[in-house]
């Protein structure tokens, strides 16, 4: 079997469904037998989707195209190796190499009609636990950014009436209002503490007791100010708090996490084993959380996890894209011995997201079926794909 077409089909959703900013871009990889496979890139918020695209057609027009799709660790290293550039890191080579990786896996999986897990070695386990992940943008069909702590304690008391018994909030990126919150580099005054007191203690009241809560700083923080928050929610059976500073300073991280009376999860912005060991070596982690769609692919999520599995460090694998992401997701977490929770992100419960695809992926109450169907099992819906704008790179244009 050789890959004769690399596509990018690729679709802006911002603004649809209280997703503000929201583009997502897919790599289909077409083969000469007729099966097609279809990977993703983990860039569908912030800013940089517009970037990956033309990637995954450079890397797939010198590395991939011609290629047996079942070597897909000999391309993955090619493409490290030959590009100059990822052995450099960054976020767009990575996701555009983890996009074409992921359709190569999907294709293997349709190929010989497995799903990934169990391509990887793994038995189909029970339903994964879940968590509902990031309820301060709002849990539900239209979410909207949460302000005062009333709406923590509505949003945690029907997250946990819905059969969840752990959930992430971040208490400190929005205001009073809900609007975006700034200057959260410095150290929070006591006012700003008492504030994020009040909404960590009504997530707590709203989840009653029997449920676990992660708090998300997403790196707003200095080491520091990460601090602060430690010490007030130490208290509230918080289990992880996720970065805390940082994304990418190790040394931030073992700062903090010598000094933080809660454990510490990171890693949706490391990319490859080299992002990862400096975290490991150094004790700074306590969960890692590799983003399958952006570290370098399954393949490399696999001998991530394994990495840190010899550290005695727990894997939950950052989601947060369309539903081919989550399926993705939940293959590579099916797959390794160090599985921690499964994130279940708000975004997925977002109408515009969930219907560009057949398969309806969500928990029944907190736990997650993994899917058997072979690769990813995920089926693009034709009217979704019909909006999509399209190119590729091909064999017989080389
Ligand atoms: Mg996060």
């Not at 391509?119 to 636990?129: D, E, F, Q, V, W």
């Amino acid at each position: 079997m050789k890959v004769t077409e690399i596509e990018v089909l690729d679709t802006d959703l911002s603004g649809r469904d209280g997703m503000q900013s929201w583009r997502i871009v897919l790599a289909r990889v077409h083969t000469d037998e007729g099966i097609t496979g279809l990977g993703e890139a983990a860039m569908a918020y912030g800013t940089g989707a517009p970037a990956v695209g033309p990637m995954i057609l450079s890397l797939g027009e010198r590395f991939v195209l011609g290629a047996d799709p079942f070597h897909t660790d000999s391309i993955w290293e090619t493409m490290l190796r030959r590009s100059l550039w990822a052995e450099a890191g960054g976020s767009v080579i990575f996701a555009a190499m983890s996009a074409i990786e992921t359709a190569l896996w999907d294709i293997k999986g349709r190929a010989l009609g497995q799903p990934v897990h169990r391509l990887l070695g793994s038995a189909t386990p029970a339903p994964l636990r879940c968590y509902a992940s990031q309820l301060d943008l709002g849990w539900g069909e239209n979410g909207r950014s949460l302000g005062s702590a009333e709406q923590y304690l509505d949003v945690a008391t029907r997250v946990r009436a819905a059969g969840y018994d752990c959930v992430k909030v971040n208490p400190i990126k929005s205001d009073e209002e809900g609007k975006r919150a700034t200057g959260r580099h410095g150290l929070f005054t006591p006012k700003q503490r008492d504030f994020i007191r009040k909404r960590m203690e009504a997530v707590r009241e709203g989840l009653g007791s029997g449920a676990d809560i992660i708090v998300e700083l997403n790196s707003m923080t200095s080491t520091a100010a990460a601090l602060q928050v430690a010490e007030l929610v130490q208290d509230l059976g918080v289990i992880f708090i996720e970065e805390p500073t940082h994304p990418t300073s190790d040394h931030a991280h073992l700062k903090m996490s010598r000094r933080s009376p809660v454990p510490l999860a990171t890693g949706e912005r490391l990319y490859t084993r080299w992002g990862f060991l400096p975290y490991l070596e150094a004790g700074a982690v306590d969960m890692i959380q590799p983003d399958v769609c952006i570290t370098g692919g399954i393949g490399e999520a696999y001998r991530i996890a394994h990495l840190a599995h010899t550290f005695d460090v727990g894997v939950q694998a950052h989601v947060c894209g369309s539903p081919l992401a989550t399926a993705i997701a939940l293959q590579f977490e099916a797959s390794i011995p160090n599985f921690v929770i499964h994130e279940h992100h708000a975004m997925a419960l977002r109408p515009a997201n969930r219907e560009l695809f057949e398969e309806e992926l969500q928990p029944t109450a907190g736990k997650f079926e993994v899917p058997t169907k072979p690769g990813f099992g995920m089926t693009l819906r034709r009217e979704a794909e019909a909006a999509m704008s399209k190119v590729s790179v091909k064999l017989s244009d080389k």
